[in-house]
């Protein structure tokens, strides 16, 4: 990873020999203060709302998860070895936010037996210095602990009403400035009274209830009461209201935030988030917003990532990402409403098949091969009222028409090359002349999209408004939808997906006709199309501005560092 001085040269040489307060200015100058803070915080919120890994039909749902942990407790209850305790209020859904499908609401205090310490009375000297680990809510600095401050002996344990936590419970701070912070023991132990313990169920994975109890420091914090000294108590733990995903969830769930907390660790370390590191959480988080399954989880999703734009946002490949999300969205029907006076898909594919057989008895179009019909296993989502799933052949010909170059020397030329990548714009005006070009080319006429068939240039598409030719590497499409809709959706991640696929099921360079014809195309109506598309213009303009606007503050930043250097050269 970068350090903030190597991302910063020329100037970065210099800065090195420069006084050390001068150099943390600049530092604070050139990273995002508490933002590594305000990214965990976001994390662990996305993993226990489910929004941070994909649910699994598969999974045992939680609510026969709590049916098992409910016969655990009563079996425990009856041996003898917990308590019974009180009942639990029924719990009421309103004002929480949506549950995925197979996770339940649960109280804390059904998830497990939970406990508090307690102190020995310091008089009595037999009490303390023997071998368990007597912890303070102070000491929980850490996910994993073992090692306490003070010991206490097992005569303390037995005569003091001091709780005997094994190893894998979890402790969470219940007093002062530390109320909230959770960690597991590795051993086991007792706690003083400041402190609250969990010997979680068997259906409760104790690093989730690590990092459910770290998402609620927050919400511990804000119902703690005590004036000078805030506390919350073990009652008010275990009324807490959690969303309960199935346990195969919650190792996945677990997984993925110690992934990119990891990631924040590098932060902290660093000063700010590397390149890679930093791409990996964009898409991550924007991950969520793609995968929304309806229009109000999108707007749930948004304005829970959009509080954090000022730091995912901080450079244009994460503007890249967002913007490719907002492709993805737009795609899915999440990006522009559904208006149910439009005509439908469906009546849209027959006029274009009336059209297509009308031409072709005419002699004007070469009849198209059948296409497979489209089962449900293809299909990657669900798509809006009014759309439809269909093949890429049935909506675009491929109009293959090979000359020579030599007698077209000054038209355009087009080439993978002058396209940019994944953004569909066409970088330079060429003439066949100037590029030299021998062989055979496609000629190719205004409104139709040139697409790259070949590796590793799949993701280049251009609608072109201006005759010429392109390369035999590139597919002239005409399209029998909105050109510009059908343009954007060859730029997606649901159309690059299946060029993967169909990239891995042939060893030659090129994407064949055949593979090409068969990807599947959501089709929304005509009209929505237009709306599709003039929405997508309206955000990549905003999105250059963004480029632009970091463009900016990249050069006043360096403007600065030589400033900087200038200032005691």
Partial sequence: MNTVLDACEPSARYLAALEPPLLQQFELIASAPNGVTRL??????????????????????????????????????????????????????????ELPIAWKWARLGDLGDWGAGATPPRSNGEYYGGDIPWFKSGELTADFISGAEEHVTPLALKECSLRENCAGDVLIAMYGATIGKASILSRPATTNQAVCACTPYSGLNNRYLLLLLKALKPYFVSIGAGGAQPNISREKIIATVIGLPPLAEQSRIVARVEELMALCDALEAKGKLGAEQHARLVSSLFDSLANSESAHALAENWQRIATHFDLLLDRPAAVDAL?????????????????????????????????KDRLIAAGQLKRDKPLPPINDEEKPFELPEGWEWTRLGTVADIASNLVSPEQHQDMLQVAPDCIEKATGCLLERRTVKDAGVTSPNHRFYPGQILYSKIRPSLSKAV??????????????????????????????????????????????????QEALNSFLVPVPPLAEQSRIVARLTELRALCSELREHLAAARQTQSQLAEALVESVC
């Fill in 463 to 512: 609608v072109v408004d201006f005759e010429g030719l392109c390369s035999a590497d590139m597919y002239p499409l005409n399209s029998w939808i909105d050109t510009g809709y059908l343009h954007r959706y060859i730029l997606s991640q649901p159309f690059l997906e299946q060029v993967r696929t169909a990239e891995n099921r042939v060893k030659m360079p090129k994407l064949n």
């Fill in 323 to 355: 913007e490719q999300t907002i492709l993805q969205l737009a795609v899915r029907g999440l990006l522009v409403p559904q208006d149910p006076a439009d005509e439908p898909a469906s009546t849209l594919l027959q006029k274009v098949r009336q059209e």
């Fill in 40 to 97: 965990r915080e976001l994390i662990l919120t996305l993993g226990v709302q489910g929004k941070l890994v994909p649910q699994d039909p598969n999974d045992e749902p939680s609510s026969v998860l709590l049916d098992r942990i409910r016969d655990e407790k009563a079996r425990l209850v009856q041996d003898g070895k917990i308590r019974k305790g009180k009942s639990l209020q029924e719990i009421s859904e309103e004002g929480v936010f």
